[in-house]
């Protein structure tokens, strides 16, 4: 298990791992590790900031405040940029 992943775990109250393939500049395929987390929206800013040391970034998070969840996707940086 990847560390980030185990952060991930801390706060969330699911959390999936995947891969995605990209192309890059030069023609070669990049794998990035996408992780998706289901948590409370009050845990939102500290799962980041954890993420955030650990060299993640927040690609994209969905609300939902019926229910006081949010989504939040994370991927590790490229030296590659797309």
Same mark, same amino acid.
């Given at each position: 298990?990847?560390?980030? !992943?185990?952060?991930? +775990? %801390?706060?969330? /109250? #699911?959390?999936?791992?995947?891969?995605?393939?990209? #192309?890059?500049? @030069?023609?070669?395929?990049? &794998?990035? %590790? &996408?992780?998706?987390?289901?948590?409370?929206?009050?845990?939102?800013?500290?799962?980041? +900031? !954890?993420?955030? $040391? +650990?060299? @993640?970034?927040?690609? $994209?998070? $969905? !609300?939902?405040?019926?229910?006081?969840?949010?989504?939040?996707?994370? #991927? =590790? =940086?490229? /030296? /590659?940029?797309?």
């Amino acid at each position: 298990m990847s560390k980030a !992943r185990a952060i991930c +775990e %801390e706060f969330s /109250d #699911e959390v999936l791992v995947g891969k995605r393939a990209l #192309e890059s500049n @030069y023609g070669s395929p990049l &794998e990035i %590790e &996408e992780i998706k987390c289901t948590l409370s929206i009050v845990h939102f800013t500290g799962l980041t +900031e !954890r993420m955030a $040391q +650990e060299g @993640y970034c927040c690609t $994209q998070v $969905q !609300r939902d405040f019926k229910s006081d969840k949010c989504f939040a996707w994370f #991927e =590790p =940086p490229t /030296d /590659d940029p797309t």
